[in-house]
């Protein structure tokens, strides 16, 4: 289950709406820096990172991703976590860059996984 349908499937006790929800955890800034990511990513070419063998892969996957959340077909944010983790897929491909977009990013995904732990 992801982090997003764990939290919205317990009992939220501040008993906020989901747009309120969002609000307060930083949602609607996350799929900012996400869209923001992804038009930094879409400069870059070749490269290798673990599970992707280039930034194009990697920006075809985070497109998706950010499709799926963005529209409602998924509420898992876990790619989210590994892909912005420190040192991970976005540092390899994106470097210096970027780091200070995707340590947001990490944050405010580590906040929800954390929440919903």
């Given at each position: 289950m992801g982090f997003l349908s764990k939290i919205f499937k317990s009992n939220r006790p501040d008993n906020?709406?989901?747009i309120d929800y969002w609000k307060k955890w930083e949602f609607f800034e996350l799929l900012e820096d996400l869209h923001a990511a992804e038009k930094i990513l879409s400069?870059?070419?070749?490269?290798?990172?673990?599970?992707?063998?280039?930034?194009e892969e990697f920006h075809e996957a985070l497109i998706g991703a950010i499709d799926d959340i963005e529209f409602?077909?998924?509420?898992?944010?876990?790619r989210f976590w590994l892909w912005f983790a420190p040192t991970c897929a976005w540092?390899?491909?994106?470097?210096?860059?970027?780091?200070?977009l995707g340590n947001r990013i990490f944050e405010r995904v580590n906040k929800w996984k954390k929440a919903s732990s």
């Open positions: 906020l709406s989901k400069e870059y070419k070749g490269g290798y990172s673990g599970e992707f063998l280039s930034a409602g077909n998924q509420t898992d944010l876990n540092d390899d491909f994106v470097g210096e860059e970027g780091i200070e």
